[in-house]
Nanobody, 121 residues
Framework: QVQLVESGGGLVQAGGSLRLSCVASGRTFSSYSMGWFRQAPGKEREFVAAIWWGDSRTRYTDSVKGRFTISRDDAKNTVYLQMNSLKPEDTAVYYC??????????????WGQGTQVTVSS
């Protein structure tokens, strides 16, 4: 059973930066595409970014392109989300999961506890 632990969230002013981390248990991490999702209060969880396994191609939802960067370190079973030029609308709980990178959908129904990102104006 894969477990995912997200960290790195916090309170930041608009225009600031944060780096989120997601550590996964299990020995097959490098064989899965990984992604980040977020859920704002009163809204459904939405896809943010994905990184393919193997060649580390990436894709992003339009609202974060040019501001967020997803990366992975397979030796550490960790996926990162570098978030720059943060906006108040980025405020949400951020989650990671194994994904179908092409579709931007999670492969697993189980989610970690997430990490809260709050951007003040």
């Amino acid at each position: 059973q894969v477990q995912l632990v997200e960290s790195g969230g916090g309170l930041v002013q608009a225009g600031g930066s944060l780096r989120l981390s997601c550590v996964a248990s299990g020995r097959t991490f490098s064989s899965y595409s990984m992604g980040w999702f977020r859920q704002a209060p009163g809204k459904e969880r939405e896809f943010v970014a994905a990184i393919w396994w193997g060649d580390s191609r990436t894709r992003y939802t339009d609202s974060v392109k040019g501001r967020f960067t997803i990366s992975r370190d397979d030796a550490k079973n960790t996926v990162y989300l570098q978030m720059n030029s943060l906006k108040p609308e980025d405020t949400a709980v951020y989650y990671c999961n194994q994904v179908n990178a092409a579709k931007g959908t999670a492969l697993r129904d189980a989610w970690g506890q997430g990490t809260q990102v709050t951007v003040s104006s």
